[in-house]
């Protein structure tokens, strides 16, 4: 079945890695995270859409006692007068004096999450890391750190498993790399 290759509307898309492999990935993240994170109560914020699969995949092998917040962003670009500005939607809790990691599926150029960094450390969590899936580094333009990365990718649009192209795509259980 992962040999196949998926049509998206306009596009195809060519098996990249398959659930097995996701899930090797995901150990490997949440061993790293169980081991920083051992003693401590961490907040986790998952953002949404993308991240709803990895957040709930990852938050099963996670062996502290910890809380999921699901959020949403919404970053545009403000009047002349006003810089960009960062809305979270769905943060009920206060982050304050919280170990906070931030759930993510995928740094791309990274400019959404320097907004949703900026946006957070205003409310003075005590720590604030940054758990992403994947990484485009070719794409990176910022210089904060990602705490923990899953995979480091190629330049190249994926689909499946949260990720989508137009809304669809999504509930596929493994990855797919644009096809040329
Ligand atoms: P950034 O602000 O450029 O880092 O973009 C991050 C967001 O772009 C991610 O949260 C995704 O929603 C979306 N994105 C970036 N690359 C891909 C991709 O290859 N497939 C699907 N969505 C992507």
Known sequence: ??????????????PYLTPAQINDIIEDLARRIN???????????????????????????????????????SSYAGTESTQNVCELIGLQESIKDEDVIIIEDIVDTGVTMSHLLER???????????????????????????????KS???????GYGFDYDGYGRNLPGIYQLKD
């Open 1 to 14: 079945m992962e040999t196949e290759i998926v049509k998206i509307k306009d596009k195809e898309f060519k």
């Open 35 to 73: 081991r920083d994170y051992a003693g401590k109560n961490p907040l986790l914020v998952a953002i949404l859409n993308g991240a709803f699969i990895f957040a709930a995949d990852l938050v099963k092998k996670l062996s502290f006692p910890c809380r999921i917040s699901l959020i949403k962003v």
């Open 120 to 150: 957070l450390r205003k409310d003075q969590p005590r720590s604030l890391a940054i758990c992403s899936l994947l990484f485009k580094p070719e794409k990176f333009t910022k210089d904060y750190t990602i705490d923990y990365i899953g």
């Open 153 to 159: 990718i190629p330049n190249e649009f994926v689909v």
